[in-house]
């Protein structure tokens, strides 16, 4: 029987000619991933398996970016226990304050993730590198810990969902309106347990950056990852960034999916997903009048420096509206370096944002922007759970770059299309 | 396995903010997560669950972050078992590979209610209402699964040589 892109890729890594949805298999790893919050809870497990050190130092990596610059006493603790576990471990990949990034954005950008790659990460959002045409998946720390120790996890084969991508993205519309119109469609749990398998003609149009934001969210609809099928752009991007030899596994003409979807991205409008669920989107016809007194331009989806010359194209010269609050937070340093060589960070600032230091921080209701009860904020992040920014009656809406400009202008819920 | 607890009711998407905040995760101390265990979504949950207690909910519960704090939280506060409707997924791996014993049983998600006292029999499928005396069938776990359980979670089965 065929297989998915995802079942090639878990074959070859399990030493196995095929695979079927739902077979429990052991796969080698091509990199274990974890960061501060994670990795604490990883190590000391770890230390349990009475090891002799990683499996591989080069396949192992940590990055310092949810509570990073350490945010308090705790966090400062945290971040020295990953960075003595790495140290004491010659561990290569180690990334901390001045070189860390979001490592959603991070491994991409330094060419530790390569097209045919099988990865975990103790971050849900592992599933972003999918983007390259790798297996990739958020795990736990215990999960973790066994990577690190014997360089395999288990893994039940998923079935998949097929997108078949058609069209072209209109002006202001990016991957963001893409993955939360597809998470509209098909709910938080409409993939759970399966993999997201993105192909079809309109692949040509989408960006990396756009690849990228959509297989990140794929956890959004409960996957097991998101994937893409590689094609130039993909190859294009992963030689730009050193990566590793491509290996392309492309889904056989008769895998069996679940389901096969059509998405026609000519049709799809700026869209925003409504607390607090990345489920509840909506388009501008039907969203009145909503004032919001945060704007979050950032994180692990959409701190990419595409994401920020789109909000900056709309920002140029305007004002933030009086009494929002602007954070945008470049995800890595070279993204910081490069829209700082660009002008994109003193059009920010003009217009009466403030630029961080890159970090998860406000995302998770960590800290760099935290809503106080009855606040609400537009955010480029991924969820909007009840209180995931901070009190539990706040209230997040999860849009693109540009519809979180427009709505940094406006001071209400705007899109791009009406600034 | 065998368990039996009076249980505590929740609905669909429990997520795993809701279950432990991030703003204690500046911790991996297992009292400590356990002392704000569903703080966002039931303030009273901490002072009125027993040992034993049985969660049950909806669909997708552990949605969101992979945060191993979530299920680690929800054993830590003395809860002995977890039935939902359909768990994420992360949170399903997580919670075999730490040992809170988890079900898929909607059900038992049907006929429990809040308060009610249940026996679960995981081993024999079996989840009885002794409140109502209703019964409740439950598929086993895989045998990979079943293997990881019966070795106290994924860290023993690696350290005693069960998986390689």
Redesign the interface.
Known sequence: MGMTMTQKILASHAGLDSVQAGQ?I?ANLDLVLGND??S??AI??FA???KNGVFDKDRVTMVMD??APN??I??AE?CKMCRDFCGENNVTHFYDVGEMGIEHALLPEKGLVSAGYAVI????H?CTYGALGAFST??????M??GM??G?A?F?VPSAIKFNLTGKLRKYVSGKDVILHIIGKIG??GA??RSMEFTGEGLASLSMADRLCIANMA?EA?A?NGIFEVDDITLDYIKAHNGAEPKIFRADEDAQYDEVIEINLSEIEPTVSFPH?PENAKTFNEIGDIDIQQVVIGSCTNGRLEDLQEAAEIMKGKKCAKGVRVIVIPATQQIYLDAMEQGLLKIFIESGAVVSTPTCGPC???YMGILAAGERAVATTN?N????MGH?DSEIYLASPATAAASAITGKITSPWNI | MKYTGNVIKYGDNVDTDVIIPARYLNTSDHKELASHCMEDLDKTFTSRVKQGDIITAGFNFGCGSSREHAPIAIKASGVSLVIARSFARIFYRNSINIGLAIVECPEAVDGINEGDKVEADLDNGIIKNLTTGAEFKTEPFPEFVQKIIENGGLINSIAEGVIK
């Open positions: 429990l052991l919050i994670t604490p809870v000391k497990e349990k398996l009475n949810h509570f945010k308090d705790k966090a945290q990460g103790a971050d849900s592992t958020g795990v736990g720390s215990t999960d810990a066994c120790a014997i395999k288990w039940k938080v749990d759970l347990y956890i409960g097991k669920l998770l209701g960590g969820r759970f009840v209180g995931r539990v």
